[in-house]
Antibody, heavy 121, light 109 residues
Framework: EVQVLEAGGGLVQPGGSLRLSCAAS????????MSWVRQAPGKGLEWVSAISGNGGSTYYADSVKGRFTISRDNSKNTLYLQMNSLRAEDTAIYYCAKEPFTDFWGAMDVWGQGTTVTVSS | QTVVTQEPSLTVSPGGTVTLTCASN?????????PNWFQQKPGQAPRALIY???KKHSWTPARFSGSLLGGKAALTLSGVQPEDEADYYCLLYYGAAWVFGGGTKLTVL
């Protein structure tokens, strides 16, 4: 079964850092782009970042550019999101999603259940 | 600031047809925006429905279809079922960045 499972969420103070991970199984991880999407409490979806299958191309929303870094370890079938300089507005459920293509086009066919990040003092 | 606009809410009767739209403040939405559509029910992760304007995933029910309509991306549900009550989001491509619309809450009543 094709699955992605997020981990690493939690409570962090403003200005702090957190690293999310997404473990993939059931498919050839290196062949597909991956992405992160977040959803603040009671709000809509916000695309955050994406990375191509070989990790050579990365993409970021303006709201996180310079603070967040997406990466992947294809030997471990794992996607990461390093989040620095966190702000209260980064509070959200963070979803990991698999793309059905090697590069990212927004199709996101498989989603995890999300991990919650709360930025608060 | 790129803004993608969807109807905040729509209501449809069971068995009816409804069209949800997705507009961009940069101008007409074309196939080059690679419109994608997602469905989200309360407490659940989003589910992909349509990609690249009109292509369906293997699990997408036949009653869902995507198109371009009057300068917008559109998602049409024909023969609406009670289980189609959900939030629907479009996603557009802006050259190395993607932006979700604010979502449409579809009520089946």
């Amino acid at each position: 079964e094709v699955q992605v499972l997020e981990a690493g969420g939690g409570l962090v103070q403003p200005g702090g850092s957190l690293r999310l991970s997404c473990a993939a199984s059931g498919f050839t991880f290196r062949s597909y782009a991956m992405s992160w999407v977040r959803q603040a409490p009671g709000k809509g979806l916000e695309w955050v970042s994406a990375i191509s299958g070989n990790g050579g191309s990365t993409y970021y929303a303006d709201s996180v550019k310079g603070r967040f870094t997406i990466s992947r370890d294809n030997s471990k079938n794992t996607l990461y999101l390093q989040m620095n300089s966190l702000r209260a507005e980064d509070t959200a459920i963070y979803y990991c999603a698999k793309e059905p293509f090697t590069d990212f086009w927004g199709a996101m066919d498989v989603w995890g259940q999300g991990t919650t990040v709360t930025v608060s003092s | 600031q790129t803004v993608v606009t969807q109807e905040p809410s729509l209501t449809v009767s069971p068995g009816g047809t409804v069209t949800l739209t997705c507009a961009s403040n940069t101008g007409a939405v074309t196939s080059g925006y690679y419109p994608n559509w997602f469905q989200q029910k309360p407490g659940q992760a989003p589910r992909a429905l349509i990609y690249s304007t009109s292509k369906k995933h293997s699990w997408t029910p036949a009653r869902f279809s995507g198109s371009l309509l009057g300068g917008k991306a559109a998602l049409t549900l024909s023969g609406v079922q009670p289980e189609d009550e959900a939030d629907y989001y479009c996603l557009l491509y802006y050259g190395a960045a993607w932006v979700f619309g604010g979502g449409t809450k579809l009520t089946v009543l």
